[in-house]
């Protein structure tokens, strides 16, 4: 089974910025990054699948961008323009089947987690 884990998280001022990275054990087909904040329900955040289809978050568009290096199994969320509601744990999803639709989000239709990275933005 695909292992994930992330790293880069970290403390950031209001309109800083973060590149986040999800390093993947084995081939993936579609990968995701989620977020969850203290007292909230886990919500996605972007997903992009092996033809490099995206989707995003309407909250974070225009200032995140998803990217993934299939020679290295690597994802990565580059966060810009960071907001104190950005503030969460932010994990890394794996699953084999594609999910660029509209549902993209819903978790139960991811396979694999990572364990988390913790993002937190000061105004």
């Known amino acids: 089974q695909v292992q994930l884990q992330e790293s880069g998280g970290g403390s950031v001022q209001s309109g800083g910025s973060l590149k986040l990275s999800c390093a993947a054990s084995g081939d993936t087909r579609c990968m995701a990054w989620f977020r969850q904040a203290p007292g909230k329900e886990r919500e996605g955040v972007a997903s992009i699948d092996t033809k490099d289809r995206i989707r995003y978050a309407d909250s974070v568009k225009g200032r995140f961008t998803i990217s993934q290096d299939n020679a290295k199994n690597t994802l990565y969320l580059q966060m810009n323009s960071l907001k104190p509601e950005d503030t969460a744990m932010y994990y890394c999803?794996?699953?084999?089947?594609?999910?660029?639709?509209?549902?993209?989000?819903?978790?139960?239709?991811?396979?694999?987690w990572g364990q988390g990275t913790q993002v937190t933005v000061s105004s």
């Open positions: 999803a794996a699953d084999p089947m594609p999910k660029h639709d509209t549902n993209w989000s819903q978790l139960a239709r991811w396979d694999t």
